[in-house]
Structure formats: C-alpha cells, structure tokens
C-alpha cells in the first residue's frame, strides 16, 4: 500500500504524514518543492524506510508521474495555499493550483491510482449567500485562490465522471502546530513577543478547524467511494475580535489589538454546514471550535516562527 501526500511538508500534509505512518502504511512518498513547506515538519520520518521524500514540483509532469507510479491512493494538498500569496502571484497559484491539480488527476488515472483525495476550499463560495454554508451553495470565488480552487474541483469532477475515483474536501481554516503565515501563528507569535495583533476590517466571522479532524477527514474519505465535496469545518463562526481577545488572555500578552481597513480580496463571513460532514463521514463538530488554542500557545513557546 503506497500512499503519495503531495505538499506533505506543509502544515496540513505533515500532519497527515505522521497519521499514515502511525496507521502503518508501507510506504508514503512526500512530494514538495518546498514553497512553503519545511524540512522541520517531516525530519523527524526520514530514518524511516517507509517514508521517502522527493522534492520536487508538480508543474513537472515526467518528475510527478514517476512518483505517483504505483499509488494506491494520492492525497493532493500541493497549493499555493495562502490566500493573499495567491493574489498578489496569480500565474504561480494559477500553475500549482489549477495545472499542477490536473497533472497529478492525469498522472493518477495514467498510471492506475485507486483514488485522489483533493483538498479543496472554503474559498470556492466566495462571500456567502446564506450560512451556514452548504455544498449546494453556487461558486462564487472572489479571488484568484478560490477560483484556482473551483477550477481544481471542476478537472476533479470530469475525471471522475470517466471513472476515476476522486474525492473533494472543502476545508474551513485549519489551525494546529506547524502553521505559518496565518493569523493565528501570526497573532500568537505577536502576542507572545508583545507586539500590536492588527485585525484587517474586524468583521470577519471564520470557521476555524483543528488540523486533527481534517486528518481524519482526509483518511476516512480515502477509504470510502465517495465524490460528492464534503465541508470539513467546525460548523461554528468566531468572530475575529473575540479571536484576537481569546489570543491576548491565553498568553497573558500586554500586545494591543489595532485595526486596519478591510483587505478586499478576503471574504468576510464564513461558516459552513457540516451536516454532511456529520452524516457521510461520521465526524462530530467540536462543542468550542477554539478548543485547540491553549495547547497552541505551548507549542508556539516552544517553536517560535522567525
Ligand atoms: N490551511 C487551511 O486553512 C486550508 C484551508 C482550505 C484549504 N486548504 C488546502 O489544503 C492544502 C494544504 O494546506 P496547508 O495549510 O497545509 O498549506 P501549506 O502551504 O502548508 O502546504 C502546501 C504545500 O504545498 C507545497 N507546494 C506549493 N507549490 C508546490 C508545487 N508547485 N509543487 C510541489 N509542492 C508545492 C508547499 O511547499 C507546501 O508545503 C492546500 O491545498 C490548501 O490550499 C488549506
């Protein structure tokens, strides 16, 4: 049984290494052009003969193929992951994200994969018609990310209709060990230095998830026949004041909260019906969706991001 995680040096995909391994997989093969992903995340699986690294880009097509041969299932989390990122670089989010989509779905039914598990987003609804937002809700990315996103779930889709097995998760916003570049490691490695958390706009109301159930998620989807896009969330919305206040008090920071104007490419309100999520997958919503945030703060003590 030989499983690929491509990005499986970011946040996500190492977490997800660490569950493949502990579930005893034969072999697991990463695959990063460390973009954003860190050598840090995975070292600590490099002795072991399961596990192989290859660092390399999913642009490159004949690199990607060679990798993937002989997959039973590929869990594609490869992306230009970050929001702003990939407004402000549109050609690299467009090359990762949508072609770079499509070369790992070709390569996999090429070369006889079981299935593709494709790591999708919240994004894809762009600002919410209604919420709790459910799968039926229309596509209305309002940036390049969650268009790049949308266009990755359509090539899913068609290979899918031709016989291949792929299944979408839209992710809420994970949170966990390891994170960068997001506004919780940003605002806890502030506050933990002092510094002033700033909030863009103040409105925001995000669906966070803990990268735990995500994993879970990923692993119970691999395993079963589905295709339908499940909503991986904690089906609650926190406001990004109270977030930046539950931050402060956790770490016992002096730091102030200051607040910029909104930034135009983000999309406000969020959070998604986790019915199907219940339903399909048998995973249950936490009862507080922060409730990973104390054991965060130690783990950002002990790790500070640069
Ligand atoms: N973290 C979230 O809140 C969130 C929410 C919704 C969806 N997602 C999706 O889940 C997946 C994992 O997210 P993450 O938070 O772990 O992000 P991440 O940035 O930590 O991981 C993505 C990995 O992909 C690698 N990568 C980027 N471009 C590549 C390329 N061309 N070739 C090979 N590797 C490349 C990066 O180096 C990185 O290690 C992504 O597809 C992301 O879009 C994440």
Redesign the pocket.
């Known amino acids: 049984m030989k499983a690929v995680i491509?990005?499986g040096?970011?946040?996500?995909?190492s977490h997800l290494l660490d569950r493949l391994i502990r579930d005893g997989w034969e072999h697991v093969v990463v695959?990063?052009?460390?973009?954003?992903?860190r050598m840090v995340n995975i070292n600590a699986h490099l002795s072991d003969t399961a596990v192989t690294f290859a660092q390399?880009?999913?642009?490159d097509e004949a690199t990607l193929r060679s990798i993937i041969a002989g997959a039973d299932v590929v869990f594609h989390?490869?992306?230009?992951?970050?929001v702003i990122g990939a407004v402000t670089d549109i050609d690299y989010s467009f090359s990762?994200?949508v072609v770079?989509t499509f070369n790992v779905l070709k390569a996999a039914r090429d070369l006889g994969a079981r299935r593709v598990v494709f790591?999708?987003?919240?994004?894809v609804y762009g600002e919410a018609q209604y919420l709790p937002v459910d799968e039926g809700h229309p596509f209305n990315a309002k940036n390049s990310y969650g268009a790049s996103?949308g266009a990755g779930e359509m090539y899913c889709r068609v290979f899918n209709n031709q016989g291949m097995g792929v299944s979408v998760v839209r992710?809420?916003?994970?949170y966990g060990p390891r994170?960068?570049d997001?506004v919780i490691p940003i605002w806890l490695t502030r506050a933990l230095k002092g510094e002033d958390l700033i909030v863009y706009g103040g409105q925001q109301l995000i669906d966070f998830v803990w990268v735990d159930a995500i994993v879970e998620a990923l692993t119970r989807v691999a395993g079963m026949d589905v295709m339908d896009p499940v909503n991986i969330g904690s089906g609650q919305g926190t406001s990004i004041l109270d977030l930046a206040q539950r931050i402060l008090s956790l770490t016992n920071s002096g730091s102030k909260i200051v607040v910029h104007p909104a930034r135009s490419a983000e999309v406000a309100k969020f959070t998604a019906d986790v019915r199907r999520m219940q339903e399909r997958l048998g995973l249950q919503p936490p009862a507080d969706a922060l409730f990973g945030l104390p054991q965060l703060v130690e783990w950002y003590r002990s790790n500070p991001t640069p």
Request: charged share 20%.
């Open positions: 491509t990005g040096a970011g946040f996500i995909g695959v990063d052009n460390l973009f954003r992903g390399a880009d999913i642009r989390l490869a992306a230009q992951s970050n990762t994200n770079g790591t999708s987003s919240r994004e996103k992710l809420s916003n994970a994170d960068v997001r």
